[in-house]
T-cell receptor
Framework: AQKVTQAQTEISVVEKEDVTLDCVYE???????LFWYKQPPSGELVFLIR??????QNEISGRYSWNFQKSTSSFNFTITASQVVDSAVYFC?????????????FGGGTRLMVKP | SQTIHQWPATLVQPVGSPLSLECTVE??????LYWYRQAAGRGLQLLFY??????ISSEVPQNLSASRPQDRQFILSSKKLLLSDSGFYLC?????????????FGPGTRLTVL
């Protein structure tokens, strides 16, 4: 069965610091997809990125970057020069291929607090 | 573009009262639809999902039920609310295909049962 672990329940940083959110997953499938979502205080989950298991290239989008390491089953998320608006709960999720209904397995989330 | 709506945004209900939360999606056809619950400070719990009209799969046994009367409408109901039903309810949709299967979430309904 698949599982997603976000060991950091809460992280506090000061603005402009870099911060990395860890995500470790377990799956028996060779084809799967990994996701990151942001949940700001308003509550709505915002989709950030999707990665498939055959693409281990790291990705950068502005201040956000993602490091996918199949060898360690990790998909970590780094925010560079953090800002107060980055304060949110971040969820990592996994979807196995051919799963009926395209269901996601979510990690427990990491609450990031960026202080001015 | 696709949008997803949920209402009401907030709801305060007494124990034992009925519940009806509605979710609608615009701009897509035959989406997969999902109901999640998030207890305060906790992660996401999948309650129900639907791959088509009238097709509901339950992930967690409880006193809640779901229905999909139309292609882009998903309803979460209860005949008698419990205190433990309090939480943040999120509806989500995804494209009905194997790949690129990210889910997109609605704004949520915050339910307080007193």
């Amino acid at each position: 069965a698949q599982k997603v672990t976000q060991a950091q329940t809460e992280i506090s940083v000061v603005e402009k610091e870099d911060v990395t959110l860890d995500c470790v997953y377990e799956t028996r499938d060779t084809t799967y997809y990994l996701f990151w979502y942001k949940q700001p205080p308003s509550g709505e989950l915002v989709f950030l990125i999707r990665r498939n298991s055959f693409d281990e290239q790291n990705e950068i989008s502005g201040r956000y970057s993602w490091n996918f390491q199949k060898s360690t089953s990790s998909f970590n998320f780094t925010i560079t020069a953090s800002q107060v608006v980055d304060s949110a709960v971040y969820f990592c999720a996994l979807s196995e291929n051919n799963n009926a209904g395209n269901m996601l397995t979510f990690g427990g989330g990491t609450r990031l607090m960026v202080k001015p | 573009s696709q949008t997803i709506h949920q209402w009401p945004a907030t709801l305060v209900q007494p124990v034992g009262s009925p519940l009806s939360l509605e979710c609608t999606v615009e701009g897509t056809s035959n989406p997969n639809l999902y109901w999640y619950r998030q207890a305060a400070g906790r992660g996401l719990q999948l309650l129900f999902y639907s791959v088509g009209i009238g097709q509901i799969s339950s992930e967690v046994p409880q006193n809640l039920s779901a229905s999909r009367p139309q292609d882009r409408q998903f309803i979460l109901s209860s005949k008698k609310l419990l205190l433990s039903d309090s939480g943040f309810y999120l509806c989500a949709w995804s494209v009905d295909r194997v790949i690129y299967n990210e889910q997109f979430f609605g704004p949520g309904t915050r339910l307080t049962v007193l």
